[in-house]
């Protein structure tokens, strides 16, 4: 059993950055690779970025190529999210996940283990 806790998000203008972070409980944290998915009001949840279990891999959305960041830090049980150059279009709740898969997957589907979300708004 994996516990997630996201933190991080906020408000934010548009153009400017914030740093998610989502804590896992349990000591098996780098057996999983992780993910990061967002679902905006009235569509459907989507992934973002994801990382393998030792963080030598990543994945990302077209949508969000060049302005965000993951990476993980397997000593402290924590995957972060930095992102850049935020739009309001990005504005939405923010989930980590946790798939037992030694790479991610940007299927919602293939996740074990899920936070319970952080909200990220960006004004115009």
């Known amino acids: 059993q994996v516990q997630l806790v996201e933190s991080g998000g906020g408000l934010v203008q548009a153009g400017g950055s914030l740093r998610l972070s989502c804590a896992a409980s349990?000591?098996?944290?780098?057996?999983?690779?992780m993910g990061w998915f967002r679902q905006a009001p009235g569509k459907e949840r989507e992934f973002v970025a994801g990382i393998s279990r030792s963080g030598g891999s990543t994945s990302y959305a077209d949508s969000v190529k060049g302005r965000f960041t993951i990476s993980r830090d397997n000593a402290k049980n924590t995957v972060y999210l930095q992102m850049n150059s935020l739009k309001p279009e990005d504005a939405a709740v923010y989930y980590c996940?946790?798939?037992?898969?030694?790479?991610?997957?940007?299927?919602?589907?293939?996740?074990?283990?899920w936070g319970q979300g952080t909200q990220v708004t960006v004004s115009s």
């Open positions: 996940a946790a798939d037992r898969a030694v790479y991610p997957d940007d299927s919602s589907y293939a996740y074990d283990y």
């Open positions: 349990g000591r098996t944290f780098g057996s999983y690779a």
